[in-house]
């Protein structure tokens, strides 16, 4: 054959290869809802693009909203942008709950897991569903405040809108893992953004080989000065499988490595389980210089790694096994990092190694079906006798059978977290009531109801952090702080946030019960009102106060900072967005006073222009004086 064909394939196969990487960075011009456009190349078929925006919001970690409302809520990303290409602080778009560290430097911060790779670094995320199931070529993001805050952008193989009976869905879920899956189309550190102005954020992304309608955005808001504000977020894919994401060498060696970076994070559960499970092993007539090692210091060599390079490592020889498979090893395990991975059969494999943890998160793991309540039940039976903190925020595989084996299997339970695991029945929680050694309790955006919260507090005396923000089914939120005034004395953290009733009597009675209060969130709490009072006798009757946030609340005023400055000069956080009443002279008392202070949110307060701001940060130049605005 003439030499002259290949050249001429390894040429075709170079000018594909071009077009299609400026297909992936090319400017598409200005967006409709939904649109298609013909590829202008004569080269390969005629594909059709289609561009939509998201349809639906399926699932999210956390939002600055209520519940009951469209403001700042995760729901304001489903349809046409809202506010882009306007930049500012809009209530019509998407805000997480936290930005920046300040929530690290709290009395009820927690501590974090070793073992947690270095690749993953999201703090929160949201779900979206599209209309039409298509293969990615581009994800825009339309960010306008604050911007930088994504740091992954994953696409899933299910169809949200399938039309497979529930049941169904279920019993094919349980016969093959590996029908889930999820891939990884962008990931890169957190960034800083110069300014807080509007972007369109258009990422690389990556070919995968399946279509996908689900898309999930991660974020991490810790470079963030303050919130970050997302618009809308826009798919652009094609119907048909580009020929030109078949990999092959001749066609682009980036591909290799993109190939290896699958298989190290990637998203595949057979993968993952590969790993956990026993392989047959050699045993080698030495193992070199690991033989004249101590036990203990191979182990504490061995703690360096993260899980999958544990299970990797276990799988060389039988003396590596012996010490990878040591429950030692697994006494703090974090799940979370791999929840796209993690099914029943990953906990199966993992029992016999766990039968020593202390610290288990399993956050964001186990939806769609991929931990049944069954596979979390034996798990637990086997590996919960020693477990003193439990981590399963957004795990909406929960039911009440689990908070049931929970309570009976998990007697030295200390910590609990179930943060947005909002599928779980009102009546489950009452469960709870039965591990009386608790000292942590989250239950932010659950549908936790009073009977059952009373209930916790009576017998949950040892409680010293417990967050309730947006528990919106606590019909009097006064009654719940007259029971935690009266049982819970060792509360030092207590989060209220949009609480929709307390008064200043289940103010005054927190007060004066709880009085080692370090943390207090009454944020967006609009039944509170300064002229009764309530928030002097705060500051008055808790002295030890280090973060204090009334947030939106108009009332405060003078009188209340004052009070701030003359009691609790060990405030370190502050927030009165939205107050008309305080004036640049309490403001600096509060500053002279309080020398630990290092955040003091004012957006929106009337009497605190640009010009009072300039001159805080200049004469305090140790405290983060935040002034939002909207243009």
Same mark, same amino acid.
């Given at each position: 054959?003439?030499?002259?064909?290949?050249?001429?394939?390894?040429?075709?196969?170079?000018?594909? !290869?071009?077009?299609?990487?400026?297909?992936?960075?090319?400017?598409r011009?200005? !967006?409709?809802?939904?649109?298609a456009?013909?590829?202008?190349?004569?080269?390969?078929?005629?594909?059709?693009?289609?561009?939509?925006?998201?349809k639906?919001?399926?699932?999210?970690?956390?939002?600055y909203?209520?519940?009951?409302?469209?403001?700042?809520?995760?729901?304001?990303l489903a349809?046409?942008?809202?506010?882009?290409?306007?930049?500012?602080?809009?209530?019509?778009?998407?805000?997480f709950?936290?930005?920046?560290?300040?929530?690290?430097?709290?009395?009820?911060?927690r501590?974090?897991?070793?073992?947690?790779?270095?690749?993953?670094?999201?703090?929160?995320?949201?779900?979206?569903?599209?209309?039409?199931?298509?293969?990615?070529?581009?994800?825009?993001i339309?960010?306008?405040?604050h911007?930088?805050?994504?740091v992954?952008?994953?696409?899933?193989?299910?169809?949200?809108?399938?039309?497979?009976?529930?049941?169904?869905?279920?019993?094919?879920?349980?016969?093959?893992?590996?029908s889930?899956r999820?891939?990884?189309?962008?990931?890169?550190?957190?960034?800083?953004?110069?300014?807080p102005?509007?972007?369109?954020?258009?990422?690389?992304?990556?070919?995968?080989?399946?279509?996908t309608?689900?898309i999930?955005?991660?974020?991490?808001?810790?470079?963030?000065?303050?919130?970050?504000?997302?618009?809308?977020?826009?798919?652009?894919?094609?119907?048909?499988?580009?020929?030109?994401?078949?990999?092959?060498?001749?066609?682009?060696?980036?591909?290799?490595?993109?190939d290896?970076?699958?298989?190290?994070?990637?998203?595949? !559960?057979?993968?993952?389980?590969?790993?956990?499970?026993?392989?047959?092993?050699?045993?080698?007539?030495?193992?070199?210089?690991?033989?004249?090692?101590?036990?203990e210091?191979?182990?504490?060599?061995l703690?360096?790694? #993260?899980?999958?390079?544990?299970?990797?490592l276990?799988?060389?020889?039988?003396?590596?096994?012996?010490h990878?498979?040591?429950?030692?090893?697994?006494?703090?395990?974090s799940?979370?990092?791999?929840?796209?991975?993690?099914?029943?059969?990953?906990?199966e494999?993992?029992?016999s190694?766990? #039968?020593?943890?202390?610290?288990?998160?399993?956050?964001?793991?186990?939806?769609?079906?991929?931990?049944?309540?069954?596979?979390?039940?034996r798990?637990?039976?086997?590996?919960?006798?020693?477990?003193?903190?439990?981590?399963?925020?957004?795990?909406?595989?929960?039911?009440?059978?689990?908070?049931?084996?929970?309570?009976?299997?998990?007697?030295n339970?200390?910590?609990?977290?179930?943060?947005s695991?909002?599928?779980?029945?009102?009546?489950?929680?009452?469960?709870?009531?039965?591990?009386?050694?608790?000292?942590?309790?989250?239950?932010?955006?659950?549908?936790?109801?009073?009977?059952?919260?009373?209930?916790?507090?009576?017998?949950?005396?040892?409680?010293?952090?417990?967050?309730?923000?947006s528990?919106?089914?606590?019909?009097?939120?006064?009654? &719940?702080?007259? !029971?935690?005034?009266?049982?819970?004395?060792?509360?030092?953290?207590?989060?209220?946030?949009?609480?929709?009733?307390? #008064?200043?009597?289940?103010?005054?009675?927190l007060?004066?019960?709880?009085?080692?209060?370090?943390?207090?969130?009454?944020?967006?709490?609009?039944?509170?009102?300064?002229?009764?009072?309530?928030?002097?006798?705060?500051?008055r009757?808790?002295?030890?106060?280090?973060?204090?946030?009334?947030?939106?609340?108009?009332s405060?005023?003078?009188?209340?900072?004052?009070?701030?400055?003359?009691?609790?000069?060990?405030l370190r956080?502050?927030?009165?967005?939205?107050?008309?009443?305080?004036?640049?002279a309490?403001l600096?008392?509060?500053?002279?006073?309080?020398?630990?202070?290092?955040?003091?949110?004012?957006?929106f307060c009337?009497q &605190?222009?640009?010009?009072?701001?300039l001159?805080?940060?200049?004469?305090?130049?140790?405290?983060?004086?935040?002034?939002?605005?909207?243009?």
């Open positions: 054959m003439s030499p002259v064909f290949p050249m001429l394939t390894v040429l075709s196969m170079f000018y594909y !290869m071009c077009l299609r990487r400026r297909a992936r960075t090319a400017t011009g200005e !967006m409709n809802s939904r649109r456009i013909e590829s202008n190349t004569r080269a390969l078929p005629i594909n059709v693009e289609i561009v939509q925006y998201a639906e919001v399926l699932d999210f970690s956390s939002h909203g209520s519940e009951n409302s469209m403001s700042y809520t995760m729901w304001n349809g046409i942008p809202n506010v882009y290409p306007s930049s500012g602080d809009f209530t019509q778009t998407a805000v709950r936290t930005y920046g560290t300040w929530w690290d430097h709290c009395p009820s911060a501590l974090p897991f070793k073992r947690t790779p270095t690749s993953f670094c999201s703090q929160d995320y949201v779900e979206l569903a599209f209309e039409e199931q298509v293969y990615p070529t581009a994800v825009h339309l960010e306008t405040y911007p930088g805050a994504v992954r952008i994953l696409a899933c193989s299910a169809n949200p809108y399938s039309q497979n009976p529930p049941a169904e869905v279920r019993r094919l879920l349980q016969a093959s893992y590996s889930v999820w891939e990884i189309l962008w990931s890169e550190a957190p960034t800083k953004v110069n300014g102005q509007a972007r369109q954020f258009t990422p690389c992304i990556k070919q995968i080989n399946f279509p309608n689900l999930r955005l991660e974020v991490n808001s810790s470079l963030l000065d303050y919130y970050t504000e997302l618009d809308a977020v826009v798919l652009h894919g094609v119907k048909e499988k580009p020929v030109l994401s078949l990999k092959t060498s001749m066609i682009d060696m980036t591909d290799i490595d993109e290896e970076d699958e298989e190290k994070y990637g998203c595949g !559960m057979d993968a993952l389980n590969k790993q956990f499970s026993v392989v047959t092993l050699r045993e080698w007539p030495t193992n070199g210089y690991f033989d004249k090692l101590p036990y210091l191979i182990q504490l060599i703690s360096h790694l #993260t899980v999958p390079d544990l299970c990797r276990a799988q060389t020889c039988k003396l590596l096994y012996q990878c498979c040591d429950p030692l090893q697994y006494i703090h395990l799940l979370q990092p791999y929840w796209a991975r993690i099914n029943d059969t990953s906990l494999y993992l029992q190694r766990c #039968t020593l943890i202390q610290w288990l998160n399993l956050s964001w793991t186990g939806n769609r079906g991929a931990i049944s309540v069954s596979g979390f039940s798990f637990l039976k086997v590996c919960g006798s020693e477990l003193v903190r439990l981590e399963l925020s957004c795990g909406h595989f929960l039911n009440e059978t689990c908070l049931e084996v929970i309570t009976e299997t998990c007697p339970l200390q910590e609990l977290n179930l943060a695991c909002d599928k779980i029945p009102p009546q489950a929680f009452n469960h709870i009531a039965k591990v009386g050694s608790l000292k942590r309790l989250i239950l932010y955006r659950t549908k936790v109801e009073q009977t059952a919260l009373l209930s916790i507090l009576n017998f949950c005396s040892e409680l010293q952090h417990l967050s309730l923000g528990c919106v089914m606590i019909e009097d939120y006064d009654l &719940i702080a007259s !029971m935690m005034g009266a049982k819970c004395k060792k509360l030092r953290s207590l989060d209220l946030w949009r609480c929709k009733n307390i #008064t200043e009597s289940g103010i005054a009675e007060a004066s019960g709880c009085q080692l209060l370090e943390e207090l969130d009454l944020g967006w709490c609009p039944t509170l009102q300064s002229s009764t009072g309530c928030f002097a006798n705060l500051a009757k808790l002295p030890n106060l280090q973060k204090l946030f009334l947030t939106a609340n108009r405060v005023c003078d009188t209340d900072i004052e009070e701030l400055a003359a009691n609790c000069t060990h956080q502050l927030d009165i967005l939205g107050t008309r009443m305080v004036s640049p309490s600096r008392k509060l500053l002279e006073s309080c020398k630990d202070l290092s955040l003091l949110d004012v957006s009337s &605190i222009d640009n010009r009072v701001v001159e805080l940060n200049a004469n305090f130049p140790n405290v983060f004086i935040k002034k939002s605005f909207t243009q």
